[in-house]
């Protein structure tokens, strides 16, 4: 084998061993699922903070659309619902599913542990 061959396999071994390491962390925090899933798009827990889709800050119990930040879609904002826990978690896994038209992209994989920490999570931020 040659140097590259031998560097390439390092890396895989190590993104194994880290990607199990990371597996026995236990589960994920909200926070951690918010960072990694939503903060691009949403921004941050600071309400001014959010770049393109609105502020999570006060989701819950807020009415689609009404925030004051990001950019609603046309059916978020005829949608006429409320967020709630049960709406919030099958919005989040299946956007389109939950508000035709919706401007949020598909979720990436998220298990149900996750979601239930991105919801908790969620729910703290007012």
Do not use: N
Not at 27 to 46: N, T
Request: proline fraction near 7%; aromatic fraction near 6%.
């Amino acid at each position: 084998m040659d140097k590259f061959g031998r560097h390439l396999c390092r890396l895989v071994v190590l993104g194994v061993f880290a990607g199990a390491a990371w597996a026995d962390q236990g589960p994920v925090s909200g926070r951690d699922v918010f960072e990694r899933h939503r903060r691009a798009c949403h921004g941050g827990p600071a309400r001014a903070d959010s770049p393109i889709g609105p502020s999570l800050v006060g989701i819950v119990g807020r009415k689609a659309g009404a925030g004051g930040s990001g950019v609603h879609s046309r059916a978020m904002l005829e949608s006429g619902i409320a967020w709630d826990r049960e709406r919030l978690r099958r919005f989040v896994s299946a956007p389109a599913s939950e508000v035709s038209y919706t401007l949020m992209p598909p979720p990436g994989s998220l298990e149900p542990a996750e979601v239930e920490s991105l919801l908790d999570y969620l729910q703290s931020l007012s």
